[in-house]
């Protein structure tokens, strides 16, 4: 089976603390991405990379950084957490779109955090 | 700029009955690719459908298929015979652009579908 992972489900972290959020695939996928997800707005595109040590700025990428050192494993960094960052946060990981592969996004299971 | 609008916040369906959840896109690329998934109460982000650009016919998987009118750009799912288990929040979405963004999935707002017995 096909696996994206999420480091933590959940987490409370303090304003002005620094956040890891880690995501590893199984896939061997050339594509990685973090979205947030609020009511409302749906998922918004904070980075993504389409190859090791490549990245790009999504939609809302204030806030964030992003770290690909490995081509498993994508890391979000909040650098300075702040209340407006409380979120669930998406992983999700794909192939190149060209040939037959449609792009699909693999999605991990989330993670929850509460900046207080 | 790429853009996905999904009109309908929430909507209910009878059980058994057939629902379209409408979405509307915006893209200057001609090749581009338009995907459904669906997000139970649970978290977890199902694939549901894909459909490209340049496919001449609309995609059917199962109870799903997408109605895709390219002139109108539009791209909505159809559920037949909706079933309790059809309750969840449904995102359209649409990959494009051009170098590496050509792999980026923006998202819309998504429609809460709730199926009543």
């Known amino acids: 089976d096909v696996k994206v992972t999420q480091s933590s489900r959940y987490l409370v972290k303090r304003t002005g603390e620094k956040v890891f959020l880690e995501c590893v695939q199984d896939?061997?996928?050339?594509?990685m991405f973090w979205y947030r997800q609020d009511p409302g707005l749906g998922l918004r595109l904070i980075y993504f990379?389409?190859?090791?040590?490549?990245?790009e700025k999504g939609d809302i990428p204030e806030g964030y950084s992003v770290s690909r050192e490995k081509k498993e494993r994508f890391s979000l960094i909040l650098e300075s957490a702040s209340t407006n960052q409380t979120s669930m946060y998406l992983c999700?990981?794909?192939?190149?779109?060209?040939?037959?592969?449609?792009?699909?996004?693999?999605f991990g299971e989330g993670s929850r955090l509460t900046v207080l | 700029a790429q853009k996905i609008t999904q009109t309908q916040p929430g909507m209910f369906v009878q059980e058994k009955e057939a629902v379209t959840l409408d979405c509307t896109y915006d893209?200057?690329?001609?090749?581009?690719?338009l995907f459904w998934y669906k997000q139970p109460s649970s978290g977890e982000m199902i694939f549901l459908i894909y459909?490209?650009?340049?496919?001449?016919q609309n995609a059917t998987e199962g109870r799903y298929s997408l109605n895709f009118q390219k002139a109108r750009k539009s791209a909505n799912l159809v559920i037949s015979a909706s079933q309790l288990g059809d309750s969840a929040m449904y995102f359209c979405?649409?990959?494009?652009?051009?170098?590496?963004?050509?792999?980026?999935?923006?998202f819309g707002t998504g429609t809460l579908l709730a199926v009543q017995p």
């Open positions: 459909q490209g650009s340049y496919d001449q």
């Open positions: 999700a990981s794909s192939l190149a779109a060209f040939g037959g592969a449609t792009g699909e996004l693999f």
């Open positions: 896939m061997d996928h050339e594509n």
């Open positions: 979405a649409m990959r494009g652009g051009h170098g590496g963004a050509t792999n980026k999935l923006i």
């Open positions: 893209t200057s690329d001609p090749s581009y690719g």
């Open positions: 990379s389409y190859d090791v040590k490549m990245k």
